[in-house]
C-alpha cells in the first residue's frame, strides 16, 4: 500500500474511531443500576483509551522521523513521546484500578502523566514560537480570556479538595455500618462473657484493609499519598498552560494550507482539558465516584485528535513536496 492511500486510510480510519468511541459512551456510560459500571464497560473504555494513544504516538513519531515534513519535526517528536508518556501512565492507572481494585487517585502512573504534560507544554510551546505570531487585538483578548477563565475553573476545583477517605472505607466489602454502628448491650441478669470479645472486632474494623494486594502496591501507595494533593495541583496548572496555547494555536494557525492539522492539535487539547477538569471535578465533589463517566470519552477524543491532526500534517506535506516535484 502506498503511503499516501495508507495515510488517507489512517485519517478515515481514526474519524470512524472516534464516532464508536463516543457512541459507545453515550450508549453505556450511564449507570442505571447506581451500583457502579459493569467490568466489561470499564474494561472497553480502558482498551479504547490504550488504542487511541498507541495509535496517536505511532503517528506523530511517524511524522518526527520523516523528512518530508514541513512543520518542525522537534514539535512531532514531543508530542509523539507526551503520547507515549499518556499511554504507559493509562497502563498503571488501568492495573490500579481493575487488576488491584485499588484507588487510582494516585498511582505510579502520575509520573508519566506528568511527563506527558511537559512533553506537550514545551513542544506545542514551540509550535507557536517557531511560528511569527501577528495576532490582532481581539485575538489577545480571547486569548487572556481563555487564560482567565481557566484560572477561575483551576480555583474552584482546588477549592474542592477533600481530605482522603480512610482506607477502610475504600473497601466495597468493608461497610460503614460494620464500623460505626456498636451493638447495644443490654445490662445481663447473669454473667455473661461478652464484653471481651467486642475489642478484637472493633481493632479489626478499624486496620487498614490490605488482604490480598501486595505489599510493594501497599508501599507504593503509602510513599506517593504524600504528594497527592501537589500531583492535583500541577495537573491543573499544566491544564491551564495547555489549554492558553491551544487556544493560541488555534488563532495562530487560522486559514492556511496546514492549518487543519494545528486545529486538530488545538481540539485535542481541548479535550484533554475538559476531561481533565471532569475527573478533577468528579473525584473531589462525588461520592464514590467510579471512573467511566461520559465526559471522560474527552481523553479518546484527545488521542484521536492528535492522530488525526499528525496524520494530516503528513498528508499535506507530502502533497506538498509531489507538486513541487511537478512543477519541476
Partial sequence: MKKSSLTLFA???EILFGFFTLLFFLLFSSSATGQGYPI?????????????????????????????????????????????????GNIFFAYWELGLKREPDVSPGDLFYILSYLFLMVS??????????????????????????????????????????????????????????????????????????????????????????????????????????????????????????ATTLFLAFWGGRFAQSWRMIAAATFCLYIADAWFKFATTRLPNYQSGGLLEVGWVLSAILFGLGAALEYRASHQRRASSRRRA
Fill in 124 to 245: 506545542m510551546g514551540l509550535a507557536v514560537f517557531e511560528r511569527r505570531l501577528n495576532l490582532e487585538g481581539w485575538q489577545y483578548g480571547v486569548i487572556g480570556a481563555v487564560g482567565a477563565m481557566g484560572v477561575v475553573v483551576a480555583i474552584v476545583l482546588s477549592a474542592g479538595d477533600q481530605p482522603a477517605a480512610p482506607a477502610a472505607q475504600l473497601n466495597p466489602f468493608h461497610t460503614p455500618k460494620a464500623i460505626a454502628a456498636p451493638v447495644p448491650v443490654k445490662t445481663p441478669l447473669l454473667p455473661v462473657q461478652v464484653a471481651p470479645s467486642f475489642a478484637p472486632l472493633v481493632a479489626q474494623a478499624a486496620a487498614p484493609v490490605t488482604t490480598g494486594v501486595p505489599g510493594w502496591v501497599v508501599a507504593i501507595e503509602g510513599f506517593l499519598d504524600p504528594f497527592k494533593g501537589l500531583l492535583g495541583f500541577l495537573y491543573l496548572i499544566a491544564d491551564t498552560v495547555l489549554l492558553i496555547i
Fill in 40 to 88: 466489561w464497560y470499564s474494561r472497553g473504555t480502558t482498551i479504547l483509551e490504550l488504542f487511541a494513544f498507541f495509535l496517536a504516538m505511532i503517528l506523530c513519531l511517524r511524522n518526527a522521523f520523516s523528512s518530508m515534513i514541513v512543520s518542525s519535526r522537534k514539535v512531532w517528536l514531543g508530542i509523539g513521546l507526551g503520547m507515549l508518556c499518556y499511554f504507559v
Fill in 11 to 13: 485519517i478515515q480510519f
